[in-house]
């Protein structure tokens, strides 16, 4: 009796710990206020405060003890294009963040999000009239990916699993400029391409809609998705797929090089490219159940062999 009481009283003292791996509102909530407060300024490509919001993503990558992956430890630094509204074309320092979940396996799923966004409005893309000096604070647009990909990267290395595929972690810089992040990534991999599974890619998942669920694009990128989509469910948020690979945001550039996609996405809104994207109209539980929707995604993933690429046009 004695015996089968401790073990009750073990059982009841490490649930709670492994429910706390999960996702958590409150660790989006607290990544998301963090990149999108106004004293970020937007985290315009080539800013100090782009620069921050890279070290924001390096500290927690390296609190999560992943191994830098970059070509400057973490950082994958690389010369960005920015257009401005009224000032002549300027070149910009940028860079990629990159961590790495090495499980001593052949292949590796690539994880990513993207963390710049369109500064004070000078970058030439604000849908705001007037804008120009005027934060943007994105906190959709790409805040609620990066609270995302840092969740995730808490998830898988607090598990206590080893999974049979490993998993790089990469925050892209300069997405708002024409993906430049992730193309100069798959330009110059820091894991050979052919070693890539696939890539997940994480872009505005932070506004859903329980009319419409939340978009998974890439599902024609590969023969295997249908199966490894089977069972995949959650109780409050609901999803809907899209079989096209090529568009919208960093899963593109993977694409182009012959890589199986997936791209999380809860859809545009009227503060999309405007100075009201902020952290108070964000929807963290349900965020928090669409990356509960990605992990059964990669853990069914992790099952299956080595993914078949397969153009959708």
């Known amino acids: 009796m004695q015996r089968a009481g401790f073990l009750f009283v073990l059982f009841l003292l490490l649930t709670p710990s492994l429910h706390a791996q999960r996702p958590d509102p409150a660790n989006l909530k607290k990544h998301v206020a963090f990149l999108s407060a106004d004293k970020m300024k937007g985290r315009g490509t080539g800013s100090k405060t782009n620069r921050k919001a890279a070290a924001y993503v390096k500290r927690h990558f390296k609190k999560y003890r992943l191994k830098p992956l970059g070509t400057d430890g973490y950082y994958q630094s690389f010369t960005a294009k920015v257009r401005r509204v009224v000032v002549p074309d300027s070149l910009r320092p940028a860079r990629n963040v990159i961590g790495f979940l090495d499980n001593g396996a052949e292949h590796t799923i690539v994880i990513g999000a993207h963390y710049d966004h369109l500064g004070e409005g000078r970058q030439g893309s604000s849908l705001a009239p007037g804008s120009e000096g005027v934060i943007h604070n994105g906190a959709d647009d790409n805040a609620s990916g990066t609270a995302g990909l840092l969740e995730l990267a808490r998830y898988f290395t607090s598990n206590g699993e080893k999974e049979p595929y490993n998993l790089l972690f990469i925050a892209f810089g300069a997405e708002e400029l024409g993906l ?76 182009s090089k012959n890589i199986p996609v997936l791209f999380f996405h809860t859809g545009g809104h009227d503060d999309y490219h405007r100075p009201t994207d902020d952290m108070e109209k964000i929807d963290y539980e349900a965020e928090a159940g669409i990356l509960d929707i990605e992990i059964q995604v990669l853990e069914r993933a992790f099952t299956f062999p080595k993914l078949v690429f397969k153009p959708t046009k």
């Open 180 to 255: 430049l992040g992730s193309r100069h990534f798959v330009d110059n991999p820091t894991v050979p391409l052919e070693k890539i599974d696939f890539m997940l890619n994480m872009d505005m998942i932070g506004r859903y809609n329980p009319e419409s669920g939340v978009a998974v694009i890439g599902y024609g990128t590969s023969g295997s998705w249908p199966e490894i989509f089977t069972g995949v469910k959650h109780a409050k948020v609901k999803y809907y797929t899209g079989d096209d690979g090529s568009g919208g945001s960093d899963n593109a550039s993977f694409y």
